[in-house]
């Protein structure tokens, strides 16, 4: 990666998992609004067809960053070297992770905890990371995906909705403790959406699943905006919502089994 321009804007946006789905379109919403960009995945040649898409139609700055966030060693040096060029990351959408669907002793240890490090270790290093920055320099904004899914356990998807449940509580935390030093963290909590992940988490489409389906720019906008009013958590769109009114509503029992069934037809 070469960087042969000034580094001058204050508000860069650091984005994880920006080479496809929800990542890729939170790079073009904020590229859209004027921000600098640093991209963040492991597949770089995405990355960098996304960038130069960027950086034409809307003149920003785009520094892309191939890294696995799996090992968390990596997560440091990304860290370390965003710090030596100057970067300072204004606004953190730690957007990275992927789902497993299936019975939970049928899936391999391996792929089970190599979910978990993605979606609950390393998103914990990036936002420990970066929200002592913040903290340090008394601004930012940090955006978490979470998902739908953390609102309750579900059937085949016992890991993933657990990892879930984690991001949303630590998001929920972080928003109070982090107030004071004047850095915002919000939770984004999507339902099922047209991106990369029913394929990566070989999820079936059951026909309830494509009804709610949603597009990842919505979902996005929503996530920017309720980050921008500095609110703790939010749901994208109506039926999405009324699911999670459903899990306050009505028994435990009675809107887990309902989850499990859409998720699993
Ligand atoms: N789509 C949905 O239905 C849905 C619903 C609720 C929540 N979510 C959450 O939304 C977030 C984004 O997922 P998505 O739906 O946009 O799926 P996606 O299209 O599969 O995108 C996942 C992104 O994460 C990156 N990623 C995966 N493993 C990585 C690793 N080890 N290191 C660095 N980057 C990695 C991928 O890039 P590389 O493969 O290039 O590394 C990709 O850019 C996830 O946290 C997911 O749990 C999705």
Redesign the pocket.
């Known amino acids: 990666m070469t960087l042969d321009m000034t580094l001058t804007d204050t508000s860069w946006v650091l984005i994880?998992?920006?080479?496809?789905?929800?990542?890729e379109e939170f790079a073009r919403q904020y590229a859209a609004q004027g921000h600098s960009l640093v991209l963040?995945?492991?597949?770089l040649d995405?990355l960098q067809a996304l960038a130069e898409t960027l950086r034409q139609q809307h003149s920003i700055e785009v520094v892309t960053q191939q890294?696995?966030?799996?090992d968390i060693a990596a997560v440091t040096r990304l860290h370390q070297r965003l710090h030596e060029m100057g970067i300072e990351i204004s606004t953190l959408i730690n957007?990275?992770?992927?789902?497993l669907q299936g019975p939970f002793v049928d899936s391999t240890l391996d792929s089970t905890l190599a979910m978990l490090q993605?979606?609950v270790t390393s998103l914990t290093a990036v936002t420990h990371l970066f929200a002592q920055d913040m903290r340090t320099r008394g601004h930012g904004k940090i955006l978490l995906?979470a998902?739908?899914l953390a609102y309750q356990g579900v059937e085949n998807f016992a890991v993933y909705a657990a990892a879930k449940a984690y991001v949303l509580r630590l998001g929920e935390a972080l928003h109070r403790e982090l107030k004071r030093d004047g850095v915002t963290v919000t939770t984004l909590c999507?339902?099922?959406?047209e991106?990369?992940?029913?394929t990566?988490a070989q999820q079936k489409v059951t026909p309830v699943l494509k009804q709610l389906m949603m597009q990842p720019a919505p979902v996005v906008r929503t996530g920017i905006r309720a980050l921008q009013a500095g609110r703790i958590s939010v749901v994208p769109g109506w039926a999405n919502k009324a699911l999670v009114i459903l899990t306050w509503a009505t028994p435990r029992w009675l809107h887990q089994a309902f989850l499990s069934r859409a998720m699993n037809g």
């Open positions: 994880t998992g920006a080479s496809s789905g929800f990542g963040v995945a492991r597949r995405r890294v696995d966030l799996s957007n990275a992770g992927h789902g993605l979606d995906v998902s739908l999507p339902g099922i959406s991106t990369g992940f029913a990566a």
